[in-house]
């Protein structure tokens, strides 16, 4: 089955604490991209990749980092410079002009 | 900046009504995608429109996009509790490297 996997479903970060979120795909897309979702609002985008070993910042990418290394993996750290993480994070992957999908999202928790 | 404004923001309607959501934005932009989302769970692709004049239709939901206005519209037909769910409309600011801008949703609540 084609499609596109994040890991953990939930994840709980103590303060202080870094934590990575995983995303895979297996669509041979080039483009993936990480959002983070709110409650009650719409997503914005925090780093996307168009290709292997190359990314770019989005509109709130401060506290954030992400790799590159594989065409199928673009993982998320979430570092403890970012004050608020507590949302939904959502990874999405495309044929570089075409339709983005999303994977199943990964709801993250500050205690 | 680009800006995209959904409105309403919450629907409720009766089973078998009519109703259209809109999608205004503020820059130019040749694609737009409207994106499906159940409580809790991820987005579902639903249409892209391309050009001036698109119009697309899945079901009882129905796309159009009109550029020189820079809105685009979600109509809902005959609609049933099925189709309860938000609804994003999301526009691309760049061209190349498809980085969207999402509308705040429309929270669609149909009532039997």
């Known amino acids: 089955d084609g499609g596109i996997t994040q890991s953990p479903k939930y994840l709980f970060r103590k303060e202080g604490q870094n934590v990575t979120l995983s995303c895979e795909q297996n669509?041979?897309?080039?483009?993936m991209y990480w959002y983070r979702q709110d409650p009650g609002q719409g997503l914005r985008l925090i780093y996307y990749?168009?290709?292997?070993?190359?990314?770019q910042k989005g509109d709130i990418a401060e506290g954030y980092s992400v790799s590159r290394e594989k065409k199928e993996s673009f993982p998320l750290t979430v570092t403890s410079a970012q004050k608020n993480p507590t949302a939904f994070y959502l990874c999405?992957?495309?044929?570089?002009?075409?339709?983005?999908?999303f994977g199943p999202g990964t709801r993250l928790t500050v205690l | 900046e680009l800006k995209v404004e959904q409105n309403p923001l919450f629907l409720s309607m009766q089973e078998g009504k009519n109703y259209t959501i809109y999608c205004n934005y503020s820059?130019?932009?040749?694609?737009l995608y409207w994106y499906r989302q159940d409580p809790g769970k991820s987005l579902e692709s639903l249409f892209v429109?391309?050009?001036?004049?698109a119009v697309k239709q899945e079901g009882r939901l129905m796309a159009s996009l009109d550029t020189k206005a820079r809105l685009s519209t979600l109509h809902i037909t005959a609609a049933v509790h099925d189709l309860s769910a938000t609804y994003f409309c999301?526009?691309?600011?760049?061209?190349?490297?498809?980085?969207?801008?999402f509308g705040t949703g429309t929270r669609l609540t149909i009532i039997p």
């Open positions: 999405a992957s495309s044929i570089n002009g075409d339709t983005q999908y």
């Open positions: 669509l041979n897309h080039d483009a």
């Open positions: 990749s168009q290709i292997v070993n190359d990314f």
């Open positions: 820059t130019t932009s040749d694609r």
């Open positions: 429109l391309l050009s001036n004049g």
């Open positions: 999301a526009v691309v600011r760049d061209f190349g490297n498809e980085k969207l801008t």
